[in-house]
């Protein structure tokens, strides 16, 4: 069993900030990568930003510039920096991890997602 629970979501104004926390817990081996996704009513869900184990962290081209991944590996906490929200930006955040439970069994898990809501 893996968990991940979210927090941070809200209702913020234009040109505000937020961050966006997802604690992972459970039948952890290791953790590949984590990220973050969202998706809007009638959309696909998209990527937001993902940070690996080793490597570079991967962005959106639409949040370039204003949203920071990052994660702390002793705590399995993976964060979400936004600044300058746009209304475009409103969209339930999902964290996302890719994880082991044993040395082979690989596998995605995802939150539950919590609201982010850029409005005036």
């Known amino acids: 069993q893996v968990q991940l629970v979210e927090s941070g979501g809200g209702l913020v104004q234009p040109g505000g900030s937020l961050r966006l926390s997802c604690v992972v817990s459970g039948s952890i081996f290791s953790i590949n990568v984590m990220g973050w996704y969202r998706q809007t009513p009638g959309k696909e869900r998209e990527l937001v930003a993902a940070v690996p184990t080793v490597g570079s962290t991967n962005y959106a081209d639409s949040v370039k510039g204003r949203f920071t991944i990052s994660r702390e590996n002793a705590k399995n906490t993976v964060y979400l920096e936004m600044n300058s929200l746009k209304p475009e930006d409103t969209a339930v955040y999902y964290c996302?991890?890719?994880?082991?439970?044993?040395?082979?069994?690989?596998?995605?898990?995802w939150g539950q997602g919590t609201q982010v809501t850029v409005s005036s």
């Open positions: 996302n991890v890719n994880l082991y439970t044993t040395k082979w069994h690989l596998d995605d898990y």
